[in-house]
């Protein structure tokens, strides 16, 4: 069962972070219990795939969207999709790339966002998470191969797309971008994946991370 998020969902997710009875069960028994109705790792890997890849059109950013719960055998299970906006395309012309990797927030309140504020301060799944960024952030230490490679997966796609939204030249142009000092060049998908690998590499090693 698909449960778009913006309806039931939003009452198991407040029963699950918010509700005081399960507050109080969670310091009598620990947190474990939130994994007989949480898959806690599909969690923690979406809300690591929108930090990472700068999606912020997500839950991860100012309108908590663009995701759904699937609950299967007893547990709740997260889905992440329309991530055409990743790669900071969404409204700040890329100065998401500076967001910061360790609350995996941006333009959000983190009391506003429960599921993602609350497993991060269990240190087991913080953890996990980190992992998670580490393990994304190495798939793509070499963004133009990347592109390469999955430009030449779709490129007779997009040509033969008759609801194309770009044309096949506007395809080639995009992704033959270099990165420059144009505002507009800084989100292209070859510059600022390379720069937000930088930017979360040199948190990782940071003291205070």
């Not at 996990?128 to 796609?157: C, F, W």
Request: proline fraction near 3%.
């Amino acid at each position: 069962m698909l449960i778009p998020v913006r309806t039931e969902t939003k009452y198991w997710h407040d029963y699950i972070l918010f509700n005081p009875n399960v507050q109080i069960h969670w310091l009598r028994k620990g947190y474990k219990f939130i994994e007989d109705i949480l898959d806690v790792d599909s969690f923690l890997k979406g809300f690591a795939v929108n930090a990472v890849m700068c999606n912020y059109d997500s839950y991860n950013g100012m309108m908590a969207h663009n995701y759904y719960v699937m609950y299967n055998e007893g547990k709740m299970h997260y889905v992440g999709w329309d991530y055409n906006l990743s790669l900071g395309n969404f409204m700040d012309y890329g100065a998401s790339v500076n967001s910061d990797i360790k609350t995996g927030l941006y333009q959000a309140d983190a009391n506003q966002r429960p599921l993602i504020k609350n497993l991060l301060q269990i240190p087991e799944y913080y953890d996990r998470y980190i992992g998670y960024v580490k393990e994304i952030t190495r798939m793509y230490t070499n963004p133009q191969q990347s592109v390469d490679k999955y430009a030449a997966l779709i490129r007779d796609h997009v040509k033969a797309d008759p609801r194309a939204f770009f044309t096949a030249d506007q395809f080639e142009t995009n992704i033959a971008k270099s990165a420059n000092r144009n505002v507009y060049e800084t989100q292209n998908r070859r510059a600022l994946p390379v720069r937000r690998n930088q930017q979360i590499s040199a948190r990782l090693l940071s003291s205070s991370f």
